[in-house]
């Protein structure tokens, strides 16, 4: 039993490992109501979709796709697309949590919090004060 075990984790656990951290993003996103941690949530799930992808570029007898000595079979290469791939979506990944980092910068300079309990608080009562103040411009002697 322990065999057959070990040898599914050995074969697929990295996989599990993958789905473990999708799973840890998305609850994160879910639960938490700050959104400092639903960014970084956000970037735990993006790591797991590019360690998936690396995985799957990966095979067992294979080698890097570099010119060597000997001429190897292409069927004997990794495919590099999926390396590629993944180094551009490493660059979007910084590039969007730059922008998630100024957004939550300017909101906290707005209202004072990145509680997002806070924040649906706040804006309920502006909502209220302008709608007040768009009332008393178009009747001025009701109140």
């Given at each position: 039993?322990m ?6 984790l ?48 990966q ?67 502006q ?5 007040k103040?768009?009332r008393e ?7």
């Amino acid at each position: 039993m322990m065999t057959t075990i070990n040898a599914f984790l050995a074969a697929k656990g990295i996989y599990l490992l993958t789905l473990l951290l999708l799973s840890l993003g998305v609850a994160g996103v879910i639960v938490c109501n700050n959104y400092m941690k639903k960014l970084i949530c956000m970037n735990v799930m993006q790591v797991a979709v590019i360690f998936f992808f690396l995985c799957l570029g990966q095979k067992d007898p294979g080698t890097i796709p570099v010119a060597m000595g000997e001429a190897v079979k292409a069927a004997e290469y990794i495919n590099p697309l999926p390396h590629g791939l993944m180094l551009t979506a490493i660059v979007v990944s910084l590039g969007t949590t730059g922008v998630g980092l100024s957004l939550l910068l300017r909101i906290r300079e707005k209202y004072g919090t990145i509680e997002e309990d806070d924040l649906l608080k706040k804006q309920a009562q502006q909502a209220r004060r302008d709608k007040k103040k768009r009332r008393e411009l178009h009747h001025p002697g009701d109140e």
